[in-house]
């Protein structure tokens, strides 16, 4: 029997919990932690835990921002051990974002040596760099020592860190934030300060204030990148209504004139958060791979400023229409995202806010902190008018204060019972020092007495007056905004407010130089463009084994069109199949095409006209060309097969009637009208079978006959009234010498 002094045995402390349970409940205790101690901003200081871990920890270092600078590994190590129990990359990486100009808008580190660059190069170590705070770190502290916010024991218990920081300054909207958290993110861009002051007076005044309203004020972001800001007033207004939504960014960009009547176009700022390396590799590769054909180059000339040198082909390409082109294929046009998922209630609780609460709530902050400061000035003027108090009436009984100080054992219970002094005016007394008994002294005292009772009352006043507070308040705005104005070279605006662009899409063919070629496709699909309109019969060569098939003259601003088995259309643009050197190469490679379906047709798009499609076993329609091209390589399905049937006919409409000759050598013409005028389907039946199917379709006018070739000749037959009918009916034998292919050739 176990006595009270043995341990109890452990397997008494074991509870059975189901698994999901205890899944279920450490999951969420995991989530919760994620969401408000390492990866969503507080909405009153727009910090996460580790940035504001960071300015702390420089502040008790004393990184003013006019002290010396301290080894970033000192700062992480300090951080570190005393408040952010992570890892030190993680710390650095967080205070060297802090630091570039090219990510945050309105740093809050000033960093000394290697941070990064806009290239996406990484920083040096911490051992090498050095850093210290900005005046805009300053004001995030402004007011720490005097109660603005409560403080928490730190990780360990043995030091105490703000929860929030007094944040003089609206850093959650001008400097952004992002993070990803469990089941929740957020992503909040920069904006200018001097608009946001604008906009939080006008809320001051105007509680109420509309949407749109406020929008006059921040009429979007303002990346410390520049660029220009596509979208209209109607869509920024509902995003910040929102607090959800997307804003398209642009490169800024500009035409150089050269001698000789060229030009060439310098990219000055690029979109926030691309990286100028992989976006001109990006650029590179469009050009290599022909998809910007009407670009030449790309340089990189800059140095601290950005400059990306577009070299065109041909002076005859409009600007526009090539930037357009880059716009859509390249990062020069970027998307950033609006999610404002922040901690609201004292950061305990996630939610997406609009413009307007997150302006209200940084107003209500900045009205608490400045009723704490009032309040703790006040008890302190109050603990100081207490001493002043005592120090007049010592000078007003010098001399007895004197004696008692010398002759009594308890001095301090002396002067208190003997002048009704508290026992903070007798120890402040007793440690006056001699020098303090001068009569200069007593009238300087007197002076603060005076402007302290004068300070007293007016911060009273504050403390009970809100309109009182919100003046305040309002004219901390405006110096802010001052320091911060449009004139200021750190506040002025840098992302240009553009205009939506135009959904018109500019034809690729624009920028394409036209050139004639020759589309040559072989028997076995080898495709190839060869330079010039070539002559018929000219000498061509193919592969051994292989011949010609198609041949087929174009131009380099043409679509190829591809009719498969699969009664599927494919689209290719002429500039993209392989030069004339060698056999070129596989169309198979260019398309979704599988090796079970063949070609059918190769044919240069013409949108005015018309085609003849038809399956094998003599189901067909008319097909309105413009409604064929494909936007994939997987193409676009328009003639359905099914079963056994493939397609078999692709042929353009010329003429008002068709010929149809099937398996069976049976011939019949009808009128086209007869068939009906589809974008998609199976089609009708052309022509009736007992066995086999149909073999070959053509369209032709009545008055010039109908047409075959016969070996080297071409023949016409006018007269066709035992062969004409109504579709699908069986048709009749041809005329002696139709040929034995059964195909009109």
């Given at each position: 029997?176990?006595t009270?002094?043995?341990?109890?045995?452990?397997?008494?402390?074991?509870?059975?919990?189901?698994?999901?349970?205890?899944?279920?409940?450490?999951?969420?205790?995991?989530?919760?932690?994620t969401?408000?101690?390492?990866?969503?901003?507080?909405?009153?200081?727009?910090?996460?835990?580790?940035?504001?871990?960071?300015?702390?920890?420089?502040?008790?270092?004393?990184?003013?921002?006019?002290?010396?600078?301290?080894k970033?590994?000192?700062?992480?190590?300090?951080?570190?051990?005393?408040?952010h129990?992570?890892g030190?990359?993680?710390?650095?990486?967080a205070?060297?974002?802090?630091?570039?100009?090219?990510?945050?808008?309105?740093?809050?580190v000033?960093g000394?040596?290697?941070?990064?660059?806009?290239?996406?190069d990484?920083?040096?170590?911490?051992?090498?760099?050095?850093?210290?705070?900005?005046?805009?770190?300053?004001?995030?502290?402004d007011?720490?020592?005097e109660?603005?916010?409560?403080?928490?024991?730190?990780?360990?218990?043995?030091?105490?860190?703000?929860?929030?920081?007094?944040?003089?300054?609206?850093?959650?909207?001008?400097?952004?934030?992002?993070?990803?958290?469990?089941?929740?993110?957020?992503?909040?861009?920069?904006?200018?300060?001097?608009?946001?002051?604008?906009?939080?007076?006008?809320?001051?005044?105007?509680?109420?204030?509309?949407?749109?309203?406020?929008?006059?004020?921040?009429?979007?972001?303002?990346f410390p990148t520049?660029?220009?800001?596509?979208?209209?007033?109607?869509t920024?207004?509902?995003?910040?209504?929102?607090?959800?939504?997307?804003?398209?960014?642009?490169?800024?960009?500009?035409?150089?004139k050269?001698?000789?009547?060229?030009?060439?176009?310098?990219?000055?700022?690029?979109?926030?958060?691309?990286?100028?390396?992989?976006?001109?590799?990006?650029?590179?590769?469009l050009i290599?791979a022909?998809?910007?054909p009407?670009?030449?180059?790309?340089?990189?000339?800059?140095?601290?400023?950005?400059?990306?040198?577009l070299?065109?082909?041909s002076?005859?390409?409009?600007?526009?229409?090539?930037?357009e082109?880059?716009?859509?294929?390249?990062?020069l046009e970027?998307?950033?995202?609006?999610?404002?998922n922040?901690l609201?209630?004292?950061?305990?609780?996630?939610?997406?806010m609009?413009?307007?609460?997150?302006?209200?709530?940084?107003?209500?902050?900045?009205r608490?902190?400045?009723?704490?400061?009032?309040?703790?000035?006040l008890?302190?003027?109050?603990?100081?008018?207490?001493?002043?108090?005592?120090?007049l009436?010592?000078?007003?009984?010098?001399?007895?204060?004197?004696?008692?100080?010398?002759?009594?054992?308890e001095?301090?219970?002396?002067l208190?019972?003997?002048?009704?002094?508290?026992e903070?005016?007798?120890?402040?007394?007793?440690?006056?020092?001699?020098?303090?008994?001068?009569?200069?002294?007593?009238?300087?005292?007197?002076?603060?007495?005076?402007?302290?009772?004068?300070?007293?009352?007016?911060?009273?006043?504050?403390?009970?007056?809100?309109?009182?507070?919100?003046?305040?308040?309002?004219?901390?705005?405006?110096?802010?905004?001052?320091?911060?104005?449009?004139?200021?070279?750190?506040g002025?605006?840098?992302?240009?407010?553009?205009?939506?662009?135009?959904?018109?899409?500019?034809p690729?063919?624009?920028?394409?130089?036209?050139?004639?070629?020759t589309?040559?496709?072989?028997?076995?699909?080898?495709?190839?463009?060869?330079?010039?309109?070539?002559?018929?019969?000219?000498?061509?060569?193919?592969?051994?084994?292989?011949?010609?098939?198609?041949?087929?003259h174009?131009?380099?601003?043409?679509?190829?069109?591809v009719?498969?088995?699969?009664?599927?259309?494919?689209?290719?643009?002429?500039?993209?199949?392989p030069?004339?050197?060698?056999?070129?190469?596989?169309?198979?490679?260019?398309l979704?095409?599988?090796?079970?379906?063949?070609?059918?047709?190769?044919?240069?798009?013409?949108?005015?006209?018309?085609?003849?499609?038809?399956?094998?076993?003599?189901?067909?329609?008319?097909?309105?060309?413009?409604?064929?091209?494909?936007?994939?390589?997987?193409?676009k399905?328009?003639?359905?097969?099914g079963?056994?049937?493939?397609?078999?006919?692709?042929?353009?409409?010329?003429?008002?009637?068709?010929?149809?000759?099937g398996?069976?050598r049976?011939?019949l013409?009808?009128?086209?009208?007869?068939?009906?005028?589809?974008?998609?389907?199976?089609?009708?039946?052309?022509?009736?079978?007992?066995?086999?199917?149909?073999?070959?379709?053509?369209?032709?006018?009545?008055?010039?006959?109908?047409?075959?070739?016969?070996?080297?000749?071409?023949?016409?037959?006018?007269?066709?009234?035992e062969?004409?009918?109504?579709?699908?009916?069986?048709?009749?034998?041809?005329?002696?010498?139709?040929?034995?292919?059964?195909?009109?050739?």
């Amino acid at each position: 029997m176990a006595t009270a002094s043995e341990p109890s045995d452990p397997a008494a402390e074991i509870r059975l919990t189901p698994l999901a349970d205890a899944l279920s409940e450490r999951y969420l205790a995991y989530a919760l932690s994620t969401i408000t101690s390492r990866s969503l901003p507080d909405v009153r200081d727009g910090l996460k835990p580790v940035h504001r871990r960071l300015l702390h920890g420089m502040r008790e270092l004393r990184l003013n921002p006019d002290a010396g600078f301290k080894k970033c590994a000192r700062i992480v190590g300090d951080v570190m051990g005393k408040y952010h129990p992570h890892g030190d990359q993680a710390i650095y990486d967080a205070m060297v974002r802090l630091a570039q100009e090219f990510a945050v808008r309105y740093p809050l580190v000033d960093g000394q040596g290697n941070f990064g660059n806009i290239d996406g190069d990484n920083a040096a170590a911490m051992r090498y760099t050095e850093a210290r705070m900005t005046d805009v770190a300053r004001l995030l502290l402004d007011g720490l020592d005097e109660d603005a916010v409560d403080f928490r024991a730190t990780y360990d218990g043995e030091g105490e860190e703000p929860v929030v920081l007094p944040a003089a300054f609206p850093n959650l909207l001008a400097n952004g934030a992002a993070g990803i958290a469990v089941g929740m993110a957020t992503s909040i861009p920069p904006h200018n300060v001097a608009e946001l002051c604008d906009a939080l007076q006008h809320l001051i005044k105007h509680p109420q204030a509309t949407i749109e309203k406020l929008v006059e004020f921040v009429p979007g972001p303002d990346f410390p990148t520049g660029g220009v800001l596509c979208e209209t007033r109607a869509t920024v207004a509902e995003a910040y209504a929102l607090g959800r939504g997307s804003f398209r960014i642009r490169a800024r960009w500009e035409v150089e004139k050269i001698k000789g009547g060229l030009w060439r176009i310098v990219v000055t700022e690029i979109p926030y958060q691309v990286q100028k390396a992989k976006l001109i590799e990006k650029i590179a590769e469009l050009i290599n791979a022909r998809k910007v054909p009407a670009l030449a180059d790309i340089r990189d000339e800059s140095a601290e400023d950005v400059r990306i040198v577009l070299e065109p082909k041909s002076r005859n390409v409009e600007p526009d229409v090539l930037m357009e082109h880059l716009f859509r294929l390249s990062d020069l046009e970027s998307r950033f995202s609006l999610n404002m998922n922040v901690l609201a209630e004292g950061g305990r609780a996630p939610r997406v806010m609009g413009l307007r609460d997150v302006l209200r709530a940084y107003l209500d902050h900045r009205r608490d902190v400045l009723l704490r400061r009032s309040r703790h000035r006040l008890a302190r003027i109050e603990r100081r008018l207490e001493i002043l108090e005592g120090y007049l009436v010592c000078y007003l009984n010098l001399d007895e204060v004197i004696r008692i100080i010398r002759e009594e054992d308890e001095p301090k219970k002396e002067l208190i019972a003997a002048f009704d002094l508290t026992e903070l005016q007798a120890e402040s007394i007793l440690n006056m020092r001699l020098r303090s008994l001068r009569k200069l002294e007593e009238i300087e005292i007197r002076k603060e007495n005076d402007a302290l009772m004068q300070e007293r009352e007016g911060l009273t006043d504050l403390v009970a007056d809100e309109k009182k507070q919100w003046k305040a308040i309002s004219t901390e705005c405006a110096e802010l905004k001052k320091t911060f104005g449009p004139t200021t070279p750190l506040g002025r605006r840098r992302t240009e407010i553009g205009d939506a662009p135009s959904a018109v899409i500019v034809p690729l063919e624009a920028m394409i130089e036209r050139e004639p070629v020759t589309v040559v496709c072989s028997a076995k699909g080898w495709v190839r463009a060869m330079r010039g309109h070539l002559e018929s019969g000219a000498e061509v060569k193919f592969k051994e084994g292989d011949g010609p098939r198609f041949s087929l003259h174009a131009q380099t601003t043409d679509k190829l069109l591809v009719f498969a088995t699969n009664g599927r259309f494919y689209t290719l643009g002429v500039d993209k199949l392989p030069g004339g050197r060698g056999h070129g190469e596989p169309l198979r490679l260019q398309l979704d095409l599988s090796n079970e379906h063949d070609i059918v047709e190769l044919l240069i798009h013409d949108p005015a006209r018309k085609l003849l499609v038809a399956s094998s076993e003599g189901n067909g329609f008319i097909a309105p060309e413009k409604e064929l091209v494909a936007q994939t390589r997987a193409g676009k399905q328009v003639l359905n097969v099914g079963g056994a049937a493939e397609a078999l006919i692709c042929r353009p409409v010329a003429g008002d009637m068709v010929a149809t000759v099937g398996q069976n050598r049976k011939l019949l013409v009808f009128a086209l009208d007869e068939l009906p005028e589809m974008t998609r389907g199976k089609g009708v039946r052309l022509q009736k079978y007992k066995d086999g199917g149909l073999s070959d379709a053509k369209t032709f006018n009545r008055g010039d006959g109908l047409t075959w070739r016969s070996g080297d000749r071409t023949r016409t037959l006018t007269d066709f009234t035992e062969y004409e009918g109504k579709r699908a009916q069986a048709g009749r034998l041809p005329p002696p010498g139709f040929p034995r292919s059964n195909r009109f050739g």
